[in-house]
């Protein structure tokens, strides 16, 4: 089946720096994926869907210059937090788009980011 | 739209009981459904799918039902278990829109 993999899978960064969150399709191409951000005991919210070889589409209220999305090859997309704070700390997901009887989208395993 | 940050509703049944998690879907064009099954720390998980042009689909004791007069899924899960615990999404595709329901948390009591 269709495999999408995280890496870091867990962070801890001090407050100020910038964190780099890799997601890549294992088994599959992947044009379009997808990020995600989870508060504790919620839904998941899409912050950005990334196009490769094109600029990603960001979500109302999603600042693009302080998640930076790179989608540079059909399985890498990769999400930098820049400049962190503290309410930067979440869970992160991404997830690849896949073509079935429809549209459907395979997750990667999550990234937890605690900002310090 | 996509989910917004909502808290998540529970549902709490007996181990070894049946669960039936409900999902109302929002656009009558939708062609494509899916539920996803999210563990605590961990990224949704495909479970079972539907096409709209199909009331109902099995699989290994997950049920899905569709019923579109309603605009209405259902995932039922047979005689469930611990390990079912887990927040279940709802998503519907429509063209090129992939859009999930608020999800709700099962709770299996022992």
């Known amino acids: 089946g269709a495999v999408v993999s995280q890496h870091p899978s867990w962070v801890i960064c001090k407050s100020g720096t910038s964190v780099k969150i890799e997601c890549r399709s294992l088994d599959f191409q992947a044009t379009t994926m997808f990020w995600y951000r989870q508060f504790p005991k919620q839904s998941l919210m899409l912050m950005a869907t990334?196009?490769?070889?094109?600029?990603?589409t960001y979500e109302q209220g999603v600042e693009k210059d302080k998640f930076l999305i790179n989608h540079a090859s059909l399985t890498l997309s990769t999400l930098t937090v820049t400049s962190a704070h503290p309410e930067d700390s979440s869970f992160y997901i991404c997830?690849?788009?896949?073509w079935g009887w429809g549209i459907s989208q395979y997750f990667g395993p999550g990234t937890r980011l605690t900002v310090t | 739209g996509e989910s917004v940050g909502l808290h998540l509703p529970t549902l709490s049944v007996q181990e070894g009981d049946n669960s039936i998690i409900n999902c109302a879907y929002s656009?009558?064009?939708?062609?494509?459904f899916i539920w996803y099954k999210q563990e605590s720390g961990k990224g949704p998980q495909f479970i079972i799918d539907i096409r709209s042009n199909m009331d109902k689909r099995q699989g290994q004791r997950v049920t899905v039902l569709l019923n579109k007069t309603v605009k209405h899924l259902s995932l039922q899960i047979a005689a469930t278990q611990p390990g079912d615990s887990a927040v279940y999404f709802c998503a519907e595709n429509y063209g090129q829109n992939f859009v999930f329901g608020p999800g709700t948390r099962l709770s299996v009591l022992p």
């Open positions: 990334s196009n490769e070889g094109s600029k990603a």
């Open positions: 997830s690849a788009r896949a």
């Open positions: 656009n009558s064009a939708s062609d494509y």
